[in-house]
């Protein structure tokens, strides 16, 4: 997707989540919270001063991209959001994600690129799911990947659920262009 975006002359800017691709990968599940991403994206957004942006969100780029958009309306002139969504807690997330949120952080193996390769349409080759596992040398590096399904919001007490529904009272006055694919 980037190589089109930038072909077309768009500037693409594309921060890895902490935890995941090149970024730091804090050791332990419990440094990584939901409000701990958004504000670590919120002080890289803020800080560049950046304006005029689309947002283009794919999965969790989507659960944290749309609180920036919510918490920076000013920020954004539109929105993509793929394979994306902003759950509350309100509402059951399924016994597919609770036994997929349990698995992550259980089983004694956790091979992203394999995972990842699995959760395709298509599949992909082995050089693709190479590059999935190559921020990951070792599994002391994967609490990232392991503790995300457990910060998607699956009960109304959730703490980040409060701060999603303020974000869906801007979302859902958004008058600039959006677009949505699932």
């Known amino acids: 997707m980037i190589p089109r975006l930038t072909a077309a002359g ?21 440094d990584y919270t939901y409000a701990g991403h958004v504000d670590w994206l919120n002080q890289w957004l803020r800080g560049l001063d950046l304006t005029n942006l689309t947002l283009v969100g794919q999965d969790w780029g989507g659960l944290i991209g749309l609180r920036l958009v919510a918490e920076n309306p000013d920020r954004f002139a539109r929105v993509v959001a793929a394979n994306t969504f902003l759950p509350t807690g309100d509402q ?21 690129g394999k995972i990842v390769n699995k959760g395709t349409a298509r599949g992909f080759g082995p050089d693709v799911q190479a590059a999935y596992d190559a921020p990951f040398p ?11 399904p457990r910060l998607v919001p ?23 262009p959006c677009r949505t694919t699932f």
């Open 10 to 30: 768009h500037r693409v800017l594309a921060p890895d989540l902490i935890g995941f691709g090149r970024s730091d990968k804090p050791a332990h599940v419990d």
């Open 92 to 112: 059951p997330a399924g016994k597919g994600f609770d036994d997929w949120k349990n698995y992550a952080l259980t089983t004694p193996t956790f091979d992203v």
């Open 138 to 148: 070792d599994d002391t590096l994967k609490a990232g990947a392991r503790v995300f």
């Open 154 to 176: 699956v009960t109304p007490d959730d703490p980040a659920g409060r701060a999603k529904r303020k974000a869906w009272e801007v979302l859902m006055k958004w008058t600039k």
